[in-house]
């Protein structure tokens, strides 16, 4: 069974830092584009980043350019999410996804996501 | 990116069918099949409902279909029952290598 577990959320502060972690079992990680996505309160999806199997392809949203960075550990089976310089924008739950049965590669088709770690900044 | 363009609400008697609409442009919606549906309850992940437009995965009833027209796609939910009350989110692929999801729409079922 495809497991997704998120965990690093928080409080931060404004112009703060935090990294995301998303621990994965019950598939071959290394084989698997990974992505994030987030939902800030009563609003709709956001996606965030994705990275390919091997970590060496890596895509982010204007949004958060230059300020997240999405990383892997495919020895530990673990999705990281990097995130400074911090704003009340970035205020969301945070789900680490992975494509659906039978696709390894892709972030357009979502069929396994977390469930979610709150990120809040605020001061 | 702006989000892809999807109505606030609809809503719907059971048994009936509804429609939900996503416009994009053509760098988005319009240039790749590569749309997904989301189902989404309150407090819940979402759920992969539709993807590369109209495939269906396991498990997904067949009363959900998916299609597009140009920078449009849409779902439709035919014979609608209590379970489909839910928020529904489209996203594309874009030109950008990124994806870009709609603001959502809510659905009441009557």
């Known amino acids: 069974e495809v497991q997704l577990l998120e965990s690093g959320g928080g409080l931060v502060q404004p112009g703060g830092s935090l990294r995301l972690s998303c621990a994965a079992s019950?598939?071959?990680?290394?084989?698997?584009?990974m992505s994030w996505v987030r939902q800030a309160p009563g609003k709709g999806l956001e996606w965030v980043s994705a990275?390919?199997?091997?970590?060496?392809?890596?895509f982010y949203a204007d949004s958060v350019k230059g300020r997240f960075t999405i990383s892997r550990d495919n020895s530990k089976n673990t999705l990281y999410l990097q995130m400074n310089s911090l704003r009340a924008e970035d205020t969301a739950v945070y789900y680490c996804?992975?494509?659906?049965?039978?696709?390894?590669?892709?972030?357009?088709?979502?069929?396994?996501w977390g469930q979610g770690t709150l990120v809040t900044v605020s001061s | 990116q702006s989000a892809l363009t999807q109505p606030a609400s609809v809503s719907g008697s059971p048994g009936q069918s509804i429609t939900i609409s996503c416009t994009g442009t053509?760098?988005?919606?319009?240039?790749?099949?590569?749309v997904s549906w989301y189902q989404q309850h309150p407090g819940k992940a979402p759920k992969l409902m539709i993807y590369?437009?109209?495939n269906r995965p396991s498990g997904v009833s067949n009363r959900f279909s998916g299609s597009k027209s140009g920078n449009t796609a849409s779902l439709t939910i035919s014979g609608l029952q209590a379970e489909d009350e839910a928020d529904y989110h489209c996203?594309?692929?874009?030109?950008?290598?990124?994806?870009?999801f709609g603001r959502g729409t809510k659905l009441t079922v009557l």
């Open positions: 996804a992975k494509p659906p049965e039978g696709y390894n590669s892709g972030w357009s088709k979502l069929g396994y």
């Open positions: 019950g598939f071959t990680f290394s084989s698997s584009d």
């Open positions: 990275i390919s199997g091997s970590g060496g392809n890596t």
């Open positions: 053509i760098s988005d919606v319009g240039g790749y099949n590569y």
């Open positions: 590369d437009v109209s």
């Open positions: 996203s594309s692929y874009t030109s950008s290598s990124t994806v870009l």
